[in-house]
């Protein structure tokens, strides 16, 4: 577990970009892969920890590379951030030759493992976030088998188990579906209050303010 603003970070990051490539390039067929485009997507962060008595945690909130070495070599990397009450896992990428080790499925169970392991530290810490879910993306579907999952309702922002999200989706033909339908609309969030991006993050009333 490697964090990216580390000198051991910095020792291996040629070796991760180098295998990004190679991934990118073999399963994604983008031949078009930069360093700098590397580093904006997986490297630059704007987490930081500034967590209550993280002096006393054995490891901090923020963004993390996940290296799996077999026989001293890298043969993938799992990007993950560290929140205050999920471990989100961002992206994977692997040595292709090794793609018949299933490492989506081999690395989630390692990393859901990982989450049982902070929660001994961060009680509040016990979920396991994969990230997004295209139910007609073959890629993708190794995620449906972890029990239990839920999807999130992008309208009314409530779980839902994905077994029932699957069942509606074959049912309209994968159109866009509302997946709790009867819940209700969630609180409208004041625009002023809207954090933005920015050197860290400031409110948008600030942002306009600049």
Not at 125 to 136: C, D, E, F, N
Not at 176 to 198: G, H, I, N, S, W
Request: contains cysteine; hydrophobic residues 35%; aromatic residues 14%.
């Amino acid at each position: 577990l490697v964090p990216v603003e580390s000198d051991e970070y910095d020792a291996t990051a040629d070796e991760s970009f180098e295998l990004y490539k190679n991934y990118q390039n073999s399963i994604h067929k983008d031949t078009q892969c930069t360093r700098r485009g590397f580093t904006d997507f997986l490297t630059d962060s704007p987490l930081f920890s500034d967590e209550e008595g993280a002096e006393n945690k054995s490891v901090a909130l923020g963004t993390y590379h996940q290296q799996y070495y077999l026989d001293g070599q890298l043969i993938a990397v799992g990007v993950v951030d560290i929140l205050p009450r999920c471990l989100s896992s961002k992206y994977l990428f692997h040595d292709p030759q090794y793609k018949f080790l299933m490492l989506g499925t081999y690395t989630a169970l390692r990393e859901i493992a990982f989450v049982r392991e902070l929660m001994k530290e961060r009680p509040e810490l016990h979920y396991y976030y994969m990230g997004y879910y295209i139910h007609s993306c073959a890629k993708m579907r190794y995620k449906g088998r972890f029990h239990p999952s839920d999807l999130l309702c992008d309208r009314s922002f409530t779980w839902v188990p994905l077994e029932k999200c699957i069942e509606m989706m074959g049912s309209n033909g994968e159109r866009l579906e509302a997946f709790a339908p009867d819940a209700p609309e969630p609180e409208k969030c004041p625009t002023a209050a809207v954090r933005c991006l920015y050197n860290r993050y400031l409110y948008f009333s600030n942002f306009l303010d600049l």
